[in-house]
């Protein structure tokens, strides 16, 4: 990708755009370069992570959500992961399948996209994705997770303000105090909220909210009730996701998140490399070998590792 | 540098509702290790278009069987050439008549798949042809 791509990027051409995000999932050094190239014109947008269990209407809800950005004129870029298939290595992308209003708005950029063996709920790419859409001018970028159960936190580091959608029915006052997925949320959001049990839910989660020892000046989620499908409830999402932002700034925590972010995205970074390198340097007989010792008992892994690396 | 998975748009363009078949097909592609992007029913050509750009997909799927094809395909084609998706391998499904396939193929359409045919021809048939266009763009 030349410099006049790079150019394209920036200017939000949506060909472009596609494409860049393409190279990066390939990886390797076109993604790199991609990357180097575009870095500095990033960290403008406002990254909103959506998560929640398969089915609570996270698409639906994020379709909404960006529709409340657009009637206030800001540019907003999806990226919706759906797993892929450990056995055929396929996927089936169904997000924009309830994202169907935005479509023909210029203003909106959707990439779905397979978590390709990846786990914590997004792709390997998915933060470099978001770099592009970034970098691309999109004021707004809601990641939309995968279905996710409880221990899929990894949009937490990924995003500034992290929205978990429940749904009522879904599990008893246990569930909401279980360690987890509820622990990441700025947001907690009740969707389906026509449903007879949502006042459970809610108190549920409100429960578990007032149980947390309260430090000074901490934020304290809200527990908010939509019906995604006709949009209730979605225009108070977005005001509390900018009063979240706020907050974040007012207490100088979007430097701190990123700091946060910047030191896992560069641990998992090293750690992937010196695994190339190490893997690279060691021919596959020999580790081969290792294997067969461990499954015989006659090394344990621990020590089969040394002989790795030393 | 991996190969990257084959990414299938499969779009329903047009009026009717029936998806079961679109559905299957999709359902195999994934199971044939392709990535689907699957985006349902009541697709305009703009709207089949712009998710074919977005989602940089290799080929586009087009299931239909409301009989609008002679309509609806030149305008999808037309669609993807605006956006300069000229390379994009194009295939559909549903009830075509016999005698509309050669037009069809003349659009620029590489495979028509009428009932009966079965889903690993489909995916034989889309792996083939996404393999021509990548060694002829590699060259």
Redesign the interface.
């Known amino acids: 990708m030349n410099a006049d791509w790079i150019e394209q990027v920036r200017a939000g051409n949506p060909r472009a755009v596609a494409r860049a995000i393409s190279a990066i999932e390939r990886g390797g050094e076109e993604a790199r370069h991609i990357i180097a190239a575009i870095f500095r014109f990033t960290g403008r947008a406002h990254i909103i992570g959506v998560t929640g269990a398969p089915g609570t209407g996270k698409s639906t809800l994020v379709n909404e959500i960006a529709k409340q950005y657009r009637r206030r004129g800001q540019r907003v870029g999806i990226v919706a992961v759906d797993p892929t298939s450990p056995f055929s290595g396929g996927a089936l992308l169904g997000d924009r399948l309830r994202m169907q209003d935005l479509a023909g708005d210029a203003g909106v950029f959707i990439r779905s996209m397979a978590t390709r063996g990846s786990l914590g709920g997004l792709a390997a790419a998915t933060a470099d994705a978001v770099k592009v859409l970034d970098a691309a001018g999109f004021e707004i970028v809601l990641i939309e997770t995968v279905g996710a159960g409880q221990n899929e936190v990894d949009i937490a580091r990924n995003a500034h303000t992290t929205l978990v959608v429940e749904a009522p029915g879904m599990g008893d006052d246990i569930q909401a105090i279980k360690a987890g997925i509820m622990e990441i949320a700025d947001v907690l959001i009740v969707n389906k909220a026509d449903h007879e049990e949502v006042g459970a839910t809610v108190a549920a989660l409100e429960m578990n909210l007032n149980l947390k020892p309260k430090t000074e000046n901490e934020w304290r989620p809200p527990v908010l009730k939509t019906i995604a499908t006709t949009g209730q409830g979605v225009a108070e999402v977005v005001e509390w996701i900018g009063k979240h932002r706020a907050y974040l700034q007012a207490h100088h925590l979007i430097h701190a998140r990123e700091r946060a972010r910047a030191r896992a995205e560069l641990e998992r970074i090293v750690q992937h490399e010196l695994m190339a390198r190490l893997l690279r340097g060691v021919n596959g007989t020999k580790f081969d070998a290792l294997v067969e010792q461990i499954v015989a008992r006659e090394t344990d892994v621990y020590a089969a590792a040394e002989q790795l690396m030393g | ?2 190969e ?2 084959i990414r299938v748009l499969v779009a329903k363009p047009g009026l009717d509702g029936h998806d079961r078949g679109a559905k299957v097909v ?2 195999a ?12 029913i009541r697709q ?1 050509p ?2 089949i278009a ?2 074919a ?4 997909v290799d080929v586009v799927g087009l299931s239909i069987l409301s009989g609008a094809h002679r309509e609806l395909f030149p305008r999808i084609v037309e669609q993807l050439k605006q ?2 998706l000229d390379d994009v391998v194009l295939v559909c499904g549903g009830i075509i008549p016999d005698d509309d396939i050669p037009l069809i193929k003349q659009m620029g359409f590489a495979g028509v798949f009428g009932p009966g045919t079965s889903t690993q021809e489909i995916a034989a048939f889309i792996r083939d042809q996404v393999a021509k266009k990548r060694g002829a763009r590699a060259e």
Do not use: S
Not at chain 2, 53 to 56: K, M, S, T, V
């Open positions: 540098m991996a990257r998975p999709a359902r592609l994934r199971d044939a290790g392709m990535e689907v992007i699957y985006t349902g305009t703009e709207m712009e998710a750009l977005q989602e940089d956006r300069q």
